[in-house]
């Protein structure tokens, strides 16, 4: 089965200072992978997806970028935090292109980012 | 475009009640349909899900959601509420065809209260 490892859990930063979240997925290969901000009350809101290795596509434009420098790594990166990127991320993997679009997207446990 | 809405960010139910959370969708194409749910400070699990086939659907932790086309609904169902379903649950709709990400709902919050 598949597993999402992501880290930190938890990060605090300051204003300004740059980011780096990492994704990694064991179980699987040529994943479909997913970045996801939840903030309060505002549900999952999908911010990139990459169907495979150097391929990004952003949802939102925003202070944040991504990439996947290989097969089974999802990175999310910033040069300049700003007190709106606070969020919880969370990363995910689903099924890739050719496969069906019944299978789940399976979810990491989440990294908290508050940006003081 | 797909689109999900949940109605209700919060609902409260009683230990042992029937707990309804509500999901309504929009489609072009026949969608797949999804519950997951995340407890605190966690990822999302799948709760269930429709592709083809019955329209009802059965879960983990005892839930089941009726898919029904002529509503463009998806409503989550359990008989009897536990303290342990205190949680965040999420609808979510994908297309059953091409490479387009899930659309997720909101989110509704459920408490229990003892």
């Known amino acids: 089965s598949q597993t999402i490892h992501q880290w930190p859990a938890t990060l605090v930063q300051p204003v300004g200072s740059p980011l780096s979240l990492e994704c990694t997925v064991e179980?699987?290969?040529?994943?479909?992978l997913y970045w996801y901000r939840q903030a309060a009350g505002r549900g999952l809101q999908l911010l990139f997806y990459?169907?495979?290795?150097?391929?990004i596509s952003s949802e939102v434009p925003q202070n944040l970028s991504a990439s996947r420098p290989q097969d089974r790594q999802f990175i999310l990166s910033s040069k300049k935090l700003l007190l709106s990127d606070s969020g919880f991320y969370l990363c995910?993997?689903?099924?890739?292109?050719?496969?069906?679009?019944?299978?789940?997207?399976?979810f990491g446990n989440g990294t908290r980012l508050t940006v003081t | 475009a797909q689109s999900v809405t949940q109605l209700g960010s919060h609902v409260s139910v009683s230990e042992g009640a029937l707990v309804l959370l509500r999901c309504n969708y929009s489609?072009?194409?026949?969608?797949?349909l999804f519950w997951y749910v995340q407890y605190p400070n966690q990822g999302l699990q799948l709760l269930l899900k429709?592709?083809?086939?019955?329209?009802l659907v059965k879960g983990i932790n005892g839930f089941e959601a009726e898919f029904k086309k002529s509503e463009t609904s998806f409503h989550l169902t359990k008989p009897s509420a536990h303290m342990s379903d205190a949680a965040e649950y999420f609808c979510?709709?994908?297309?059953?065809?091409?490479?387009?990400?899930?659309?997720f709902g909101k989110g509704t919050r459920l408490s229990v209260i003892a």
């Open positions: 995910a993997s689903g099924p890739g292109q050719g496969v069906s679009y019944n299978s789940p997207l399976h």
């Open positions: 179980g699987t290969s040529n994943p479909n």
């Open positions: 990459s169907v495979g290795i150097g391929q």
């Open positions: 489609s072009s194409v026949p969608p797949y």
């Open positions: 429709y592709t083809t086939g019955a329209t």
């Open positions: 979510a709709v994908s297309e059953n065809s091409g490479n387009t990400p899930l659309v």
